[in-house]
């Protein structure tokens, strides 16, 4: 399976509803390596690699989120793969 990556942006009431936890267990569940952090604007911003279906998978959960978020708009673009990135971390 051909491995790819996506950054990705997140709108909505995404910030104070535990989203970043939630997206690094929902990550981890499908294989899908990368990072999530709180941006200044108050959107989240996600790097996700793996492969493709995973990724493709995760992008359909972002859309929904955990219970207490709001998601306006998930902005998915290619990514470079980073061949250093290994687990699924939140970022500060």
Avoid: C, Y
Wanted: charged share 25%; net charge negative.
């Amino acid at each position: 399976m051909a491995e790819t990556a996506r950054r990705v942006r997140v709108t909505g009431r995404v910030q104070g509803v535990s989203f970043r936890a939630w997206t690094e267990s929902e990550a981890e569940a499908l294989g899908v390596s990368g990072w999530v952090r709180n941006a200044d604007d108050g959107s989240v911003e996600a790097h996700l690699q793996g492969p493709a279906d995973a990724v493709e998978e995760m992008l359909r959960r972002l859309h929904e989120g955990p219970a207490a978020a709001r998601v306006a708009e998930v902005q998915p673009e290619q990514a470079q793969i980073d061949t250093g990135l290994t687990g699924f971390t939140i970022r500060r």
